[in-house]
């Protein structure tokens, strides 16, 4: 799962850069745009609360929804490599 996030997070920086960004509004009451808000790091004091707050709000539904038991599509990336997270003895060697 923390490739994944890794993957999307290097995407979300490269993207804006290479493809350009969304037209319009991000927020109309502060008055500011898409193309106002920097790429990487910045953009973390740019966006206003209530953005990060719908992200975190989605990113919390896809998280929960989804069944992610061994069998399942969501399951997929579990390879059963416990040695790092068991808390059996046996396991550790």
């Known amino acids: 799962k923390h490739g994944r996030i890794a993957m999307l997070a290097a995407m979300g920086y490269i993207t804006p850069e290479v493809a350009g960004k969304f037209p319009g509004y991000c927020s ?3 008055n500011l745009k898409f193309a106002d808000i920097p790429n990487g790091l910045a953009a973390i004091s740019k ?3 209530a953005g ?3 992200i975190l709000t989605y990113m919390s539904f896809c998280e929960v929804t989804q069944d ?5 599509p969501g399951g997929k990336g579990d390879f059963g490599f416990k040695v790092l997270t ?8």
């Open 86 to 93: 068991a808390s059996e003895p046996a396991a550790l060697k």
């Open 52 to 54: 990060w707050a719908q």
């Open 47 to 49: 966006v206003p609360g």
């Open 28 to 30: 109309f009451s502060l």
């Open 68 to 72: 992610q038991s061994a069998g399942t």
